[in-house]
């Protein structure tokens, strides 16, 4: 793929990064009758919370299908989108922070203390800051090898996201139970690759 083009299509998905926040904002606003509901802060809480884990899922889905097309320069794509997918957590965390807590420190601190889900979600935020702080070109550089270890928190950042996910649900288990799989299928891969696929050469 040329350069031009490239830069083309990196505009093009971030466009269609951005649509889902563009959706939440027409909502919120009441444009052409839609709406968030009842409940906007809790819609809100769920939409953020769940685009940050598509994102997650998405860039994880790279490497696979990099290896499984043979087109390299997907690989251009990943950082863009684990950034949408830390924008997308963040956002999801500052809506139940403050629309839903006050932004009250002490509540917070005893929801992540005391209740188990937000205790794995708050850590997989936390685990993510490096991650996005460490995300330009430069950091790249400095870091040299080190930056590829650190960069490999995103697999225990998304066992994390899942399992919050899976246990802040009530009662239909099967939406979480549907992002294991995927999750499952995106780390089998890897591991199949790396172990499996190496020992046993075609
Ligand atoms: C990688 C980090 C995270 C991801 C991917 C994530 C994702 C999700 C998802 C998918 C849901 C379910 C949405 C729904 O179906 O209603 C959810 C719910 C929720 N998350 Fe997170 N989350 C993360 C971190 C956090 C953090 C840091 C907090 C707060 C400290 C948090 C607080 C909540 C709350 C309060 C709910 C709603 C539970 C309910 O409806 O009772 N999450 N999250």
């Not at 769940?50 to 997650?56: E, K």
């Not at 992540?112 to 790249?140: C, D, H, K, Q, W």
């Not at 080190?146 to 288990?173: E, G, M, N, S």
């Not at 799989?181 to 046993?200: D, E, M, N, Q, T």
């Amino acid at each position: 793929m040329t350069a031009g083009a490239l830069r083309t299509l990196k505009v093009c998905v971030f466009l269609v990064c951005l649509v889902p926040l563009g959706k939440l904002a027409l909502e919120l606003l009441g444009v052409a009758g839609l709406s968030l509901g009842a409940n906007p802060v809790e819609e809100l809480i769920h939409r953020f919370g769940i685009w940050g884990l598509n994102f997650l899922m998405i860039t994880l889905a790279v490497t696979p299908l990099r290896f499984m097309t043979g087109k390299n320069w997907l690989i251009r794509f990943r950082r863009m989108l684990g950034l949408f997918a830390f924008f997308y957590v963040l956002m999801h965390f500052l809506v139940y922070a403050g629309l839903d807590q006050g932004f009250d420190l002490s509540v917070i601190l005893e929801d992540v203390v005391e209740r188990p889900y937000i205790t794995v979600g708050f850590t997989a935020l936390l685990l993510l800051i490096p991650l996005a702080v460490t995300s330009t070109n430069r950091m790249m550089k400095r870091l040299g090898r080190r930056w590829q270890k650190l960069h490999r928190l995103v697999y225990p950042i998304a066992v994390l996201a899942v399992w919050h996910f899976y246990w802040q649900v009530k009662l239909d288990t099967l939406e979480p139970i549907v992002y294991i799989a995927i999750l499952s299928f995106l780390l089998g891969y890897r591991f199949w690759r790396k172990y499996v696929r190496s020992a046993h050469p075609r």
